[in-house]
C-alpha cells in the first residue's frame, strides 16, 4: 500500500495530522488547506471537541451564493447556532482537501460536515443546505406604490410616509430572512446529531457556557473564511486594520440588513468564474 492510500484509509484518521503534511506537499491550491484542516483535526482531537468542516466549491457563483447562506444563517440562528458552534472547531476547506482526508465525504452538494475526529470508524454528519438568495422585492414594490403616493405630499407628511415605507421593509425583510435562516438551523442540527449536543438538551449552566464559546466563530473568522459586511456595490472586512479595509462607491446596489454579514472563503475572485 502507497503513502496515499494508506491515509486514504479512515481506520487511521487518528494518524492523520502527523503524515498529511508531506503526503499532499505537492498538490496545486489543495496544499494550504490541507495543512489548515490537519491543524485543526489536531487542535479538535487535543481539545475533545468536534469538528464543522465548511466545504468551499469551485464555482465563483456557487462560492458567493454559499458565503452569504453561511453569514447569514451563522450570524441571525440565535442560541441553537451558538451552542453547536461552542463544540466544535469551525474550518472552511477546498472540497478536494476534505476529500484527500475523509473519502466518505466525498459529495460536492453537501455544504459542509460535522466530524468526530477520534471516532473509529469516523462518525460524520453531513450538512445539506436549500437556500435562495435574498431578493429585495418587497423594497422595489414599496418604492414603486410610495413613491407614486408620497411624491406630491407637503414636506412632513411626506417624511412620514417614507419612514412608513422603510419600516414596512424592515419588517418584510425580517421575516423572510426568518424563513430562511430556520431551515438552515434545522439542516444544522440534523447533520449534527449525534456528534455534538443540541441547545434542548443542555442545561442552563452548559447552554449559556456553550452559546458564550460559540461566539468567538462569529468574529475576525476563522481558517479558510474571513467575515465581512456587503454594502450595495462594495464590502468590508471585520478588522480594525484601516489598511485592510475595502471602500468601494458605484452609487447603485441594496442588500437586505440581515443579508449583510457574509463569509468570504479566501479564494481568488476569477477562480471557477
Known amino acids: 500500500m502507497n503513502r496515499r492510500d494508506f491515509l486514504r484509509s479512515a481506520s487511521v484518521a487518528s494518524l492523520l495530522p502527523l503524515a498529511v503534511g508531506q503526503a499532499f506537499a505537492g498538490e496545486d491550491g489543495v496544499h494550504d488547506h490541507l495543512v489548515a484542516l490537519t491543524a485543526a483535526w489536531r487542535t479538535a482531537r487535543q481539545s475533545n471537541r468536534a469538528l464543522l468542516v465548511i466545504t468551499v466549491p469551485s464555482d465563483r457563483e456557487e462560492r458567493y451564493l454559499r458565503g452569504g447562506a453561511w453569514g447569514e444563517g451563522l450570524t441571525w440562528g440565535g442560541e441553537r447556532v451558538l451552542a453547536l458552534l461552542g463544540q466544535v472547531e469551525v474550518i472552511a476547506v477546498r472540497q478536494a482537501a476534505l476529500e484527500s482526508l475523509v473519502p466518505q465525504a466525498r459529495d460536492t452538494t453537501a455544504w459542509g460536515w460535522f466530524i468526530d475526529p477520534s471516532a ?5 454528519g453531513r450538512v445539506g443546505v436549500t437556500w435562495e438568495e435574498p431578493e429585495p422585492m418587497a423594497r422595489r414594490e414599496a418604492i414603486v406604490e410610495d413613491d407614486e403616493r408620497c411624491w406630491d405630499l ?30 438552515f438551523v434545522e439542516a444544522l442540527e440534523r447533520a449534527a446529531r449525534g456528534i455534538v449536543r443540541p441547545l434542548h438538551t443542555l442545561d442552563s449552566v452548559s447552554r449559556s457556557r456553550l452559546t458564550a464559546a460559540g461566539k468567538r466563530w462569529l468574529t475576525g473568522g476563522f481558517a479558510g473564511a474571513g467575515w465581512e459586511t456587503a454594502g450595495g456595490c462594495g464590502s468590508t472586512p471585520d478588522t480594525d486594520d484601516d489598511d485592510a479595509r475595502i471602500y468601494m462607491l458605484c452609487g447603485m446596489g441594496y442588500v437586505p440588513a440581515h443579508s449583510t454579514r457574509f463569509l468570504n472563503f479566501l479564494i481568488p475572485w476569477n477562480e471557477g468564474g
Open 120 to 124: 473509529l470508524p469516523l462518525k460524520l
Open 154 to 183: 407637503a414636506p412632513e407628511p411626506a417624511r412620514a410616509c417614507y419612514e412608513s415605507r422603510a419600516l414596512r421593509i424592515a419588517e418584510r425583510e425580517i421575516a423572510e430572512s426568518d424563513a430562511r435562516v430556520g431551515p
